[in-house]
């Protein structure tokens, strides 16, 4: 575990008409700066940890690049006005430029709201984005083991309760990775950074978990990495479900325990039931 993402803190807990002093363990969340060459691009609230992951996934879905061949290097490196590591830098390849348009909205990203400040929702579609794989299916029973998986490898939300998580899943239910962040989107974008890093996208034969709600980035970035089912163990957005309906995503929500509820995509789950959604 990387020490930065929880400190100890000191507090006083009232329980039952008892006072006591004890202490508790906090989630880490500290700016991360992302630069290109010399250009900064981008701050962003994060959990520390897996930070070159999150600055390539972030690249990588905000359309930056389209192919890890793109990046020539990428380093953390300490920032003199902060504390630590929080600035991630990353070089194009020779023949590689910045796009200035797609820097143009150099936002501050919150974190809880990666889509906070950005100019509309045009802005915020990546170009070129394709419909994920038609071919694969799930089981539902399956399915519904997932979230066990899920929240049994989340060790920093089980000392803080304070993260989210993104996972991994292949079809077949193996879990791939796990990150946790203070931001959901964050903790996707370290996941989609992983598979960058290991040459697996498109994700085509995975499936995605996320905690908390599924919301539009989330949708988007799922989308750019090429992955065909997307679960949330909470609800969705409007604006979620019809971008994984235009897109031909399966899009579930309300996992939990056995049920669920499909948005968008019912064809790959392997019921047998014929789906008009």
């Known amino acids: 575990m990387v020490p930065r993402m929880v400190s100890v803190a000191s507090v006083n807990e009232w329980s039952e008409g008892k006072l006591s002093s004890q202490n508790d363990y906090l989630a880490g969340e500290e700016p991360l700066e992302i630069r290109i060459g010399e250009v900064a691009i981008n701050v962003i609230m994060r959990t520390p940890g897996h930070d070159l992951e999150l600055a390539a996934g972030f690249i990588f879905t905000e359309g930056l690049i389209s192919h890890r061949s793109q990046i020539a290097s990428l380093r953390a490196e300490a920032d003199s006005r902060q504390n630590g590591a929080n600035l991630v830098r990353v070089d194009f390849a020779p023949g590689v430029a910045l796009d200035s348009e797609s820097t143009r909205r150099n936002f501050y990203t919150n974190s809880s709201c990666g889509v906070c400040g950005k100019a509309s929702i045009d802005a915020i579609r990546v170009r070129h984005i394709?419909?994920?794989?038609?071919?694969?299916?799930?089981?539902?029973?399956?399915?519904?083991?997932?979230?066990?998986?899920?929240?049994?490898?989340?060790?920093?939300?089980?000392?803080?309760?304070?993260?989210?998580?993104?996972?991994?899943?292949?079809?077949?239910?193996?879990?791939?990775?796990?990150?946790?962040?203070?931001?959901?989107?964050?903790?996707?974008?370290?996941?989609?950074?992983?598979?960058?890093?290991?040459?697996?996208?498109?994700?085509?034969?995975?499936?995605?978990?996320?905690?908390?709600?599924?919301?539009?980035?989330?949708?988007?970035?799922?989308?750019?990495?090429?992955?065909?089912?997307?679960?949330?163990?909470?609800?969705?957005?409007?604006?979620?479900?019809?971008?994984?309906?235009?897109?031909?995503?399966?899009?579930?929500?309300?996992?939990?325990?056995?049920?669920?509820?499909?948005?968008?995509?019912?064809?790959?789950?392997?019921?047998?039931?014929?789906?008009?959604?």
């Open 130 to 277: 394709q419909p994920p794989n038609r071919g694969c299916t799930i089981d539902p029973e399956l399915l519904c083991r997932l979230p066990e998986q899920f929240l049994a490898a989340q060790q920093v939300f089980g000392r803080t309760g304070a993260l989210h998580a993104a996972a991994l899943f292949s079809l077949s239910g193996e879990l791939l990775v796990l990150r946790e962040d203070i931001g959901r989107h964050n903790a996707v974008d370290k996941v989609i950074g992983w598979a960058l890093a290991n040459d697996l996208i498109p994700l085509s034969d995975s499936l995605l978990l996320v905690s908390g709600r599924g919301g539009f980035e989330i949708v988007q970035k799922a989308l750019v990495a090429g992955i065909p089912i997307l679960a949330s163990v909470s609800a969705p957005s409007d604006l979620a479900v019809n971008l994984a309906r235009e897109f031909g995503m399966t899009f579930i929500g309300f996992l939990r325990g056995r049920r669920f509820v499909v948005y968008s995509g019912m064809e790959r789950l392997a019921t047998g039931i014929p789906s008009s959604i």
